[in-house]
């Protein structure tokens, strides 16, 4: 055994289990408006506890932990801390990339744990809808900004005619929505398209509904209850699926449902977990959040559901290829990539 080889495992391990504890700090900073309220200026704990009307004692081991993990910056000579202009970006912008709702999600789907550990044994499903709320929250929460940045000024430019169309008016269905974030996004970004929004879990659609109202968009865009097998209408120019096709059951029959609801000229924009065909080139930091994503989200929603086919969110593009080729898809190519997402053009 070689000791060294040791000290390196237990290091990762020591980083690992921090990194796990420090989820929860990082969720009540996201809770309770810490990051945006340290992005005003540096404070000391006294101050920040004035700040906040937080507990000074709760405060100032919460942000020496968040020094200790490098969330946020410390000056010895002041005793002070803050955030650099990139720590702010990340946690405190509303138009950033709200990486603290990253950890809202992951401490939501473990409360699962017990549920997932005893469906290791049994093979049984656990549906998205049985999760703690914190998880559709936090999804929407976290998702939203990459829409904001890549929806329309990188995926619709990058599919052929689909931004002509949307800006003369089309119709869209938007499957898997969730809280409606990329179905608004959409409606605000071209004011002649109307859209449907869809989703099986109930509580999602509620809120969609609501926040539809909110933005004053309910005349173009519209919310309903169904799954992406069963979800209403036909002759769309535009059917957009954001992270979602892989936690289905039955992924054939969803691209099935989605041929027959578009268009002869339509496009399928589907947006999917950036992920390799060749199993070790997802041995990754992107690949390791992905498959622990999978193993107590999208593996147990698919195995609950009819059909148990569970691609899970590191499938890779040549299985989602041939759920289209089934399906009867004749047209099928990466339009875009992010660090994180693959971008597909599906046509008929």
């Known amino acids: ?70 969330y946020v910056s410390y000056d010895p000579a002041t005793e002070a801390f803050s955030l650099t202009e990139e720590q702010a970006f990340c946690l405190a912008d509303p138009d950033g990339p709200d990486v603290s709702a990253a950890f809202l999600v992951v401490l939501g789907y473990l409360r699962a744990e017990p549920r997932i550990t005893e469906a290791f044994r049994t093979g049984e499903g656990v549906a998205w809808h049985e999760h703690d709320e914190d998880v559709f929250v936090g999804c929407d929460a976290f998702y939203r900004p990459g829409y904001v940045a890549e929806l329309i000024p990188n ?32 409606a605000e970004a071209y004011p002649r398209t109307s859209v449907v ?43 957009m699926m954001f992270d979602c096709l892989h936690d289905l059951g039955d992924p054939l029959g969803a691209a099935r449902r989605v041929r027959q609801a578009l268009a002869p000229d339509g496009t399928w924009l589907l947006v999917e977990p950036y992920a390799s065909d060749e199993v070790e080139e997802n041995f990754n930091p992107v690949g390791r959040l992905y498959y622990s994503g999978s193993t107590f989200l999208c593996v147990p929603n698919g195995l609950s559901q009819p059909g148990g086919r569970a691609l899970g969110a590191q499938a890779g593009e040549a299985a989602v290829r041939q759920v289209m080729a089934d399906a009867g898809f004749t047209r099928f190519r990466r339009a875009a990539r992010t660090a994180f997402n693959l971008v597909y053009e599906i046509r008929p």
Do not use: N
């Open 155 to 186: 995926w619709i430019p990058a599919l052929d005619g689909v931004d002509e169309k949307l800006t003369a008016g089309a119709r869209v269905a938007d499957l898997g929505c969730g809280l409606g974030s990329s179905s608004l996004l959409l």
């Open 1 to 70: 055994m070689d000791h060294d080889k040791v000290k390196e495992f237990l290091g990762r391990f020591v980083a690992d289990l921090g990194a796990a504890g420090a989820a929860g700090s990082v969720v009540i900073g996201h809770r309770l408006g810490l990051y945006r309220a340290l992005a005003q200026g540096a404070a000391t704990p006294e101050q920040f506890a004035e700040r906040t009307g937080c507990h000074v004692r709760y405060l100032t081991e919460w942000l020496r932990g968040q020094a200790a993990g490098g």
């Open 197 to 239: 929004g869809s989703d099986y879990h109930a509580e999602s659609i509620e809120r969609a509904r609501k926040k539809a109202a909110e933005a004053g968009s309910g005349d173009r865009v519209s919310f309903e209850v169904a799954s992406a097998q069963t979800f209403s209408g036909t002759d769309y120019d535009l059917v």
